[in-house]
């Protein structure tokens, strides 16, 4: 590499890409602008907000919680099938809370 300007400037710009989708992330999960979405898919605002790198195959899981086989569309599979997600109001893809409030 020769650290001309331009080669400089195109990794400044990469970095100033990567805050710029840092800020996006944060404004999402703390204003949740689909919030109807992501009820109805079942996922926190982390899960449903950040970005998945999934592989595109038929997938079986194991529910964590009532262990029944089910099928998903993609390599990223939840935790949780859609009814227990349901029963416990919790995330399908990580098991926490649906709006990450802590419980007593
Ligand atoms: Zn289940
Ligand atoms: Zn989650």
């Known amino acids: ?3 001309d300007s331009s080669e400089i400037n195109s990794l400044t710009d990469m970095r100033l890409k990567r ?11 703390q204003e949740d602008p689909e919030k109807n979405k992501r009820l ?5 605002v982390v899960c449903f907000y950040t970005t ?7 997938m079986r899981y ?11 569309p993609n390599t990223c599979t939840p935790k949780l099938c859609k009814a227990c997600s ?3 109001k919790a995330c399908r ?8 409030v802590e419980r007593a």
């Open 93 to 100: 893809s990580c098991g926490a809370d649906l709006n990450l």
């Open 19 to 29: 805050i710029n989708t840092q800020i996006k992330w944060i404004s999402n999960v």
């Open 1 to 3: 590499m020769n650290w």
């Open 52 to 58: 998945q790198i999934c592989g595109n195959a038929i």
């Open 40 to 44: 109805a898919a079942q996922e926190c």
């Open 86 to 88: 349901a029963e416990l």
């Open 62 to 72: 194991d529910c964590q919680k009532c262990g029944i086989t089910d099928t998903w």
